[in-house]
């Protein structure tokens, strides 16, 4: 009964008329509100901490119209946190903290790895995030463990982690593996050899992936180098048999080059140089010994 009588009042030509130019005179007296008192725009985005975004990035990343009309903001507050997280290497979350006002807190990235690839030096984070060593907003990281690990080297032959000509912003979400990259690290660290390893490459040998192990020589400059497997757990049968051929990783002479990818035996050559560990492998008949 109650709808036919809203049914039946609407059908009325005088009512209709008379609720629309009431519906006219509120919008208007809104709208003469909202340009006299502002009461919709936002009144404050503060960041937690202080000083963890420049007010530009957390101003000027609002569109007219979620300034001019903060439920709009309120309703696309993730595409504002992933716009302002492809520019700044932090995690971005948005919460309402009263009529138009609202927080942004603010947790910077923490760089697991240093990562040389494609001529420049990058960090990467636990979420495969990649972003450049030198940008800006690395100023809010403070001193990271990433510097303290030796480098990773990406080879040209392994796959693009980004398609730069594709992605916009400064951090890109990458396809580096980073727990089997954490696994060739681990094993590092579990075989001792950590201090005396300066650069860690991911490349391929004979169409298979490989690592290769690039250590300090007695002045600083690169080492003996150590071509591996890439799954890390095939790294202790190696590692056992230099430490009983040398002592330890740290006898090994500076021009020696070893191969152990090979099931059953490891292959050793002398190099007159050590190589450049950013660059290509040179043919080399390498020398046989056994385990």
Request: net charge positive; hydrophobic share 40%.
């Amino acid at each position: 009964m109650k709808l036919n009588f809203w049914v039946r009042l609407w059908r009325n030509r005088k009512i209709r008329k008379f609720l629309t130019v009431l519906a006219a005179i509120l919008l208007g007296f809104c709208l003469a509100a909202e340009g006299r008192f502002v009461f919709m725009r936002i009144n404050d985005i503060s960041v937690s901490p202080p000083g963890a975004l420049p007010q530009y990035a957390v101003w000027g990343t609002l569109t007219p119209a979620q300034e001019a009309f903060w439920p709009s903001f309120w309703y696309s507050e993730k595409q504002y946190a992933s716009l302002i997280e492809q520019y700044y290497p932090v995690k971005v979350a948005v919460r309402i903290t009263g009529w138009g006002r609202f927080n942004i807190t603010v947790e910077p990235l923490i760089p697991l790895f240093k990562v040389y690839w494609a001529g420049k030096f990058w960090y990467l984070a636990d979420d495969g995030r990649l972003w450049s060593s030198s940008l800006k907003g690395n100023t809010q990281l403070g001193a990271n463990k990433a510097e303290s690990l030796p480098v990773l080297s990406w080879g040209a032959d392994r796959t693009t982690p980004i398609n730069i000509s594709e992605a916009s912003g400064n951090v890109y979400a990458s396809s580096l593996p980073v727990n089997k990259i954490k696994s060739w690290y681990n094993s590092v660290e579990k075989l001792a050899w950590a201090k005396n390893v300066k650069f860690v490459q991911a490349g391929e040998s004979e169409g298979s992936p490989v690592v290769r192990l690039i250590f300090y020589a007695g002045n600083g400059a690169n080492g003996a180098q150590l071509l591996l497997p890439e799954e890390a757990g095939k790294w202790l049968k190696t590692g056992a048999a230099l430490k009983k051929l040398y002592g330890g990783i740290y006898n090994l002479p500076a021009d020696l080059y070893i191969d152990g990818t090979y099931r059953d035996k490891i292959l050793i050559r002398n190099l007159k140089q050590p190589e450049n560990p950013l660059s290509e492998d040179k043919a080399v008949k390498p020398k046989k010994l056994k385990q």
